[in-house]
């Protein structure tokens, strides 16, 4: 075990949350409430019931299905309850427990890589989040080839903590640990959406649907979309659950904690007045934008296109070393390499690829300045060993703006 958590401390001691600079900078809390996670639990019988559009993916489309969410929520008699996130999963196991496999469903936007992957391990790690229910709390994206193609859990927990453990004793060890505790390992997979489960190893693929490391607790993160509908059809899970974005009180508490009194107050002034930006608030990612590019600019966008044109004149601002207020204003150069960009990003989603290699990108010809501006990542060193460097947009909304 010992040796288990030194692989994890690299990962998970560096983990931070930060939604907005102003919660780091005013000083976090680390409570799961301060993120304001609202969890909502969805009943075996009507998962198809709740998303019945099953094109329903996009931040833009939780927007205005968020009203109605929260109607169904609090209507007398609704099926439909909260839960907090410290109750996903039962503190003692049973026998009834051997596969709890949960679920967790919300559209782009909405926090469920932030959530599962920052502030969860980092406040497991800091004993303040399911201390008392798991001795390993192992968290991997499947966006990434490497996670889909781990052939063992020990290979799993090296790929996700970028490390090796090069001594096959220590990789016995860890995995007789798991095999005789199961129960007290959980293995966080996120964006079931984000890869296709003919592309997964056979592990992986066993993990999915319960067949592999039974017992072992599941939490398997994704948008609505027809490969996690498949799943769930024929391999069940214990608890589906719901991320649902913001209330209106937290859209309140978020801004006024980012943005000092007098941005604050005239930010939601027109939040009341407006009824497109405030549905655009309720997705958590388009919140802490509108809120960054207010204290950029002064300029309160009104639409999800405005702020994607906002953030792009920020980055060609940085970059250029100057302050740009509107897309003509940009430099032709500039303007070519995020239509470039752009059009990058809408091959790419054609293609179904969230997560791209260098060869892609050459072959669509981007050139090293449209790649520099900062829309582009790499992924994690030591995640691609062996392979290409690999690419991904800094988030799937940003890519599905720009295309």
């Known amino acids: 075990m010992e040796r288990a958590y030194k692989v994890l401390q690299r990962q998970y001691s560096k983990a931070k949350v930060n939604y907005g600079k102003g919660l780091s900078e005013k000083g976090e809390t680390r409570k799961v409430s301060d993120v304001f996670v609202r969890l909502v639990v ?5 998962l198809k019931s709740a998303f019945q559009d099953r094109t329903f993916s996009t931040a833009a489309e939780a927007s205005r299905r968020f009203e109605h969410v929260f109607n169904e ?8 309850r909260q839960v907090e996130v410290a109750d996903l999963f039962p503190e003692r ?4 427990d051997d596969s709890f496999r949960v679920l967790l469903l919300a559209s782009a936007g909405c926090g469920k890589t932030t959530l599962m992957m920052k502030f969860c391990p980092f406040m497991w790690w800091s004993s303040e989040l399911w201390s008392s229910h798991f001795d390993l ?9 490497e996670i889909r193609d781990a052939r063992s859990i020990v290979d799993l927990l090296c790929k996700c903590a970028h490390q090796e453990i090069e001594s096959a004793d220590e990789r016995q060890r860890i995995a007789d640990f798991i095999a005789e505790n199961p129960h007290r390992v959980c293995l966080v997979l996120d964006g079931l959406d984000e890869t296709k489960l003919a592309s997964c190893s056979h592990f992986v693929k066993g993990v999915l649907r319960g067949d592999a490391l039974c017992g072992v607790r599941l939490l398997l993160t994704s948008r609505p979309c027809d490969e996690v509908f498949e799943l769930c059809e024929a391999h069940p899970f214990s608890q589906r659950v719901e991320l649902v974005g913001f209330l209106p009180e937290d859209v309140e508490a978020f801004v006024k904690r980012v943005l000092d009194e007098r941005q604050a107050t005239e930010l939601l002034k027109v939040v009341a007045e407006d009824v497109n930006l405030a549905s655009i608030m309720s997705t958590p990612y388009f919140a802490a934008r509108v809120c960054e590019l207010y204290k950029w600019s002064e300029t309160i966008p009104r639409c999800a296109s405005g702020i994607l044109e906002l953030m792009i004149l920020q980055i060609a601002g940085s970059r250029s070393m100057k302050s740009f ?3 003509k204003d940009v430099p032709s150069d500039l303007q070519k390499h995020v239509l470039d960009l752009g059009e990058f990003a809408f091959r790419m989603l054609v293609a179904q690829k969230l997560c791209f290699s260098e060869s892609e990108v050459k072959e669509h010809s981007l050139s090293e300045e449209a790649i520099s501006l900062g829309m582009l990542l790499t992924c994690e060193p030591g995640t691609c060993a062996g392979r290409e460097r690999q690419y991904r947009f800094s988030h799937l909304v940003l890519q599905e ?3």
Request: proline share 6%; hydrophobic share 30%; with cysteine.
């Open 42 to 46: 969805l009943e075996r019988g009507d």
């Open 73 to 80: 929520l609090t209507r007398a008699g609704s099926a439909r």
């Open 93 to 96: 196991a049973g026998p009834e």
């Open 137 to 145: 709390l192992i968290c991997g994206e499947l966006r990434y080839p």
């Open 325 to 327: 207020k509107k897309w």
């Open 401 to 403: 703006g720009l295309s």
